[in-house]
T-cell receptor
Framework: GAGVSQTPSNKVTEKGKYVELRCDPISGHTALYWYRQSLGQGPEFLIYFQGTGAADDSGLPNDRFFAVRPEGSVSTLKIQRTERGDSAMYLC????????????FGEGSRLTVL | AQSVTQLGSHVSVSEGALVLLRCNYSSSVPPYLFWYVQYPNQGLQLLLKYTSAATLVKGINGFEAEFKKSETSFHLTKPSAHMSDAAEYFCAVSEPNYKLSFGAGTTVTVRA
């Protein structure tokens, strides 16, 4: 498809496990963003990539969270030693450029940590 | 630092009535402002955006928003609500870089 694709759409895991969430942005979009949305709240910024490099990772809550984008396209958000508080919808978005460019969001990956 | 406040977490309107969703922002520089809509189990979709051109911005699905610098507001309106407008709406602000800051969202319910 032409939109941002996120997999898995749903992930249930146990506390302490490792999780990977994948984002496939729109072809040609150099900017990629990860957001986290908890129930009843707006999306919160996690990390922003311009190309292969993380231009801003100031939103990552702690060192259990890490994200990569090795070839400047697909990105993976990695969460180690998951905690129940990590349960949320993880949204990925891409855009042609930074600044006022429109962000195109995927449908999200819902993570539930039991 | 930039932030957004959406007044009212839930709004209920009758079909055909005016929809008004309030958004106030704070930003140290002229902002870019956005409204996004999220339907159940879907990603966020851009409704409209303000980027320092015309202060009255028209978006998709009959929505529009007016940027008022003196009031630091960017309220979203639609003259006549439709059942399909039931969704969650998010206001967001971005300084001229890349990071969007979202409000907490307003859920719209449309009564038949």
């Amino acid at each position: 498809g032409a939109g941002v694709s996120q997999t898995p759409s749903n992930k249930v895991t146990e506390k302490g496990k490792y999780v990977e969430l994948r984002c496939d942005p729109i072809s040609g979009h150099t900017a990629l963003y990860w957001y986290r949305q908890s129930l009843g709240q707006g999306p919160e910024f996690l990390i922003y990539f311009q190309g292969t490099g993380a231009a801003d990772d100031s939103g990552l809550p702690n060192d259990r969270f890490f994200a990569v984008r090795p070839e400047g396209s697909v990105s993976t958000l990695k969460i180690q030693r998951t905690e129940r508080g990590d349960s949320a919808m993880y949204l990925c978005a891409s855009s042609l450029s930074q600044g006022a460019g429109e962000l195109f969001f995927g449908e999200g990956s819902r993570l539930t940590v039991l | 630092a930039q932030s957004v406040t959406q007044l009212g977490s839930h709004v209920s309107v009758s079909e055909g009535a005016l929809v008004l969703l309030r958004c106030n922002y704070s930003s140290s520089v002229p902002p870019y402002l956005f409204w996004y809509v999220q339907y159940p189990n879907q990603g966020l979709q851009l409704l409209l955006k303000y980027t320092s051109a015309a202060t009255l911005v028209k978006g998709i699905n009959g929505f529009e928003a007016e940027f008022k610098k003196s009031e630091t507001s960017f309220h979203l309106t639609k003259p006549s609500a439709h059942m399909s407008d039931a969704a969650e709406y998010f206001c967001a602000v971005s300084e001229p870089n890349y990071k969007l800051s979202f409000g907490a969202g307003t859920t719209v319910t449309v009564r038949a």
